[in-house]
């Protein structure tokens, strides 16, 4: 064997780049300038004026957003374990259900929640006699349930992949050891379809995080109001949206960190 | 109850799969300590077989007894059978072993949670023997230090053994492995044949659906030839390897080697 291999070209992995190099001082010197330009010469005065009722709109859309999101998570392990396991009827009208809600605008559900049921409650004076009334004439009970229908169909979308894509050999290997059905289910199904569907769920909480601003529109009070009232009551247009979206994406931030957390605690390798 | 040396008895099982009929009618007796090899090409039922003792397959027609009771059975309306009682077919499993050849173990969860999921969640047994138990059982197949790595994270051999202790966590009557080391690479086959050939050696009763006819051949007590879904020829293994009777053996046997 002394067949003459031609030698390999030798391989020189890239050069660490520093953070030093010219051009990135530059661009780092640029970025200041902005900082500094947005810090120095907009006004931030408001801020502490409003200061108490920012936190406020903080709070609720973040309760908005957990509640929802929580609540239609609920909802999506039954629509999607339905469209997997059957009966058929069942599966047609899950997969119906999501049809519908994924295939229509957030914003005109939304509306004709609030503005449709809410007029038609209205009617009712069994209804605005009943102990509920005093609920529905918010306008948050509309926003909630809107926002959590949306994360249920797209979550039931999701979990009804992560359901089927559970290794046969898995379930059936519960099911040689005599598991339940239901233990099955509780032990070894769901805890692996979530395992499955986790990233996903992270990018599905980021965008219903950024859908609920729109209940806004029907009076709610969020983090987007509160600016929206900045707004009318200092007629400043940029600075109240740089810091809205400041706060949007320090919140999505923060959420991307605790699901990673979260996902990290069972090592996946691979898929 | 009948003689409680039996541990398994199945009589003349059918199976069907649409028009295919893939066991014609195989009946088998395994005694406690028994070792029953079954051997046979691709195609010749012995995975089905195996599958249809604890009913993850179910068969068409036959019995299943084990020790001494009967899996009660009733027609499913098209030709085929169905446990007339789930019940009784979750507790009969809970004394099969059972090992597949593609480990199947859940991914979810560390080895020692494989471990002791079943007799925690199924059996009822305190966590804290559960695991005093698991974690002996880990020790003997040479898992100990690797009780809190994911499965994903093990080789092929260690996933297997992992998979045969979790099997031997509840304690069963009979150990069932379906082609165990099919789906390992070459070097890592050996691992995993000692761990079983010890359970063989201290006499634990077992049904080995295997490729392997050199280990079959030395640890079983019993060997069976299945082909075209009938048992074409059993015997002791010695009797089987060094003198088949059919021909349809001696081709077998001349083809492995």
Redesign the interface.
Known sequence: MSEHVPALPVYTPPKARSLLEPHRLFLIAVFAVIIFCIVWFMRWDWIPQYQGRLLYGIGQTLILLFSTAIAGFLFAVPLGLVQVTGPRPLAWLAKGFCTLIRGTPLLLQLWLIYYGLGSIFAQYPEIRQSFLWPYLRQAWPYGFVTLMISFAAYEGEVMRGAFAGV?K??I?????????RF?LFR??WL??AI?RALPTLTGETVLQLKSTPLVATITVIDVYAVISKVRQDTYLTYEPLLLLALIYLCLTGMMIVAFRFVENR?????A | MTDSAQAIEISNLHKRFGPLEVLKGVSLTANQGDVIAIIGGSGSGKSTFLRCINLLELPSAGTVTIHGETIAMKSDGHGGLMPSNRRQVQRIRTQLGMVFQSFNLWQHMTVLQNVIEVPVHVLGMPKDKAVEIGEALLRRVGLYEKRDAYPAFLSGGQQQRAAIARALAIQPLVMLFDEPTSALDPELVGEVLTVIGDLAKEKRTMILVTHEMKFAREVASHVVFLHNGLIEEQGPPAEMFGAPKSERLKKFISSIH
Do not use: D, Q
């Not at chain 1, 290997?173 to 005599?178: I, L, M, R």
């Open positions: 290794p050999g898995e059936e290997a519960a099911k040689a050891f005599g598991m339940r233990t032990r070894i805890p692996r395992h069972i090592p996946t390798r691979g």
